[in-house]
């Protein structure tokens, strides 16, 4: 769906102590391959109380400054034709927050419409296991239509390796009669494993298929790295070797700065591109950083998709809480 206008505190310079409504509207196409599909509305984060209608008719409301949502949007899009999507986006505020902290109100956060399956898959978690050589795809099927009776199904996975080879798994399970999804896990076997580490960060690719009598229902594909990072008494060991863990990287302030929009420069305002979260992890790595702290909200997949290519850790903090107290 494009980029969002960011906060409204960042987008507009009038609106900078604005806290209250916000309304947006925006029309777009929807391709014709939509039709008979499951189509969803989904957001990273509207702050903090917002409700979304698409062609004038109510899709659901959703509270909450950092979550992520999504709706099930199948009978409300016009499939080939343009359609009609309004946001109210309402963040009460408070006068002593203005004071601590930048505001993030309304759409500050990607969202975007997605297509799949009745029946899809809606999660993919790889879970490496370096020192068996094998990994463990955890894998959520799920379904938007009530199921009368139970439908046997099938979930292969292929896994590339970074040198090329191909190895692949299934797993046949039942879907039972009146349930909406089901949880299943495909372990693979890999050889001469190729670990990711801060010098060398390579990534396997994978890709799940589900399908029902021979017929694909969905596909999902995501990456990982073969690693494991734990702590031995006081030491960091990375893949079984100890490591010094040097933290760092642009500060990330309340609002903005590295992970979300580059604060430090003057405005106007923008989400980070490809290329700048690029250009912020190679800078980073090159002060001698191999770590960054993320804290107060959940960190971008920009950010985290280049910090997986380029071999910097990110270490993710606690989500965002109000306060009712600065500390300066």
């Known amino acids: 769906m494009g980029l969002v206008p960011l906060p409204w505190q960042l987008a507009f310079p009038e609106l900078f102590l604005y806290q209250g409504t916000g309304w947006y509207e925006k029309t777009i196409g929807i391709p014709p391959t ?7 509305f989904a957001s990273y984060g509207i702050s903090d109380h917002s409700k979304i209608w698409i062609n004038g008719k109510e899709v659901g409301e959703h509270r909450g400054l950092q979550p ?6 199948s009978r409300l899009i016009r499939p080939a034709a343009d359609n009609t999507i309004n946001i ?5 505020g408070s006068r002593l927050e203005s004071d601590c902290y930048i505001r993030r109100s309304g759409l ?6 997605e297509a799949t399956g009745k029946t899809y898959i809606a999660d993919i978690f790889m879970v490496p296991d370096i020192d068996r050589a094998r990994a463990e795809a955890r894998i959520s099927v799920v379904s938007s239509e009530a199921q009368p009776k139970e439908r046997p199904l099938r979930l292969s996975v292929v896994v590339n390796a970074p ?5 692949s798994g ?3 399970f039942v879907l ?9 896990t495909v372990a693979l076997q890999l050889r001469d494993v190729q670990l990711w580490d801060l010098a060398t960060p390579r990534l396997y690719g994978s890709e799940a298929i589900l399908t029902e009598s021979g017929q694909v229902l969905d596909r999902a594909t995501a990456d990982f790295g073969m690693r494991k990072i734990e702590t031995r008494g006081d030491h960091f060991y990375l893949n079984n070797k100890p490591m010094y863990m040097v933290g760092g990287g642009l500060d990330p302030g309340s609002y903005g700065g590295a992970v979300d929009v580059n604060w430090h420069e003057p405005p106007p305002y923008h989400p980070q591109t490809d290329a700048q979260f690029r250009h912020v992890i190679e800078l980073t790595k090159s002060l001698g950083i191999n770590c960054s702290r993320i804290p107060l909200r959940a960190a971008p997949p920009g950010l985290l998709y280049w910090a997986d290519r380029l071999g910097l850790l990110i270490w993710q903090g606690g989500a965002w809480k109000r306060s009712r107290q600065c500390y300066g």
Do not use: H, N
């Open 34 to 40: 939509f039709a008979g599909k499951r189509v969803a």
């Open 68 to 73: 992520p949502f999504m709706f099930d949007v």
């Open 88 to 92: 109210r986006a309402y963040d009460p």
């Open 108 to 113: 500050w956060q990607s969202l975007w419409l």
């Open 163 to 167: 040198d090329g080879k191909r190895f």
């Open 170 to 172: 299934d797993q046949r």
């Open 176 to 184: 039972p009669a009146d349930s909406k999804g089901s949880r299943v």
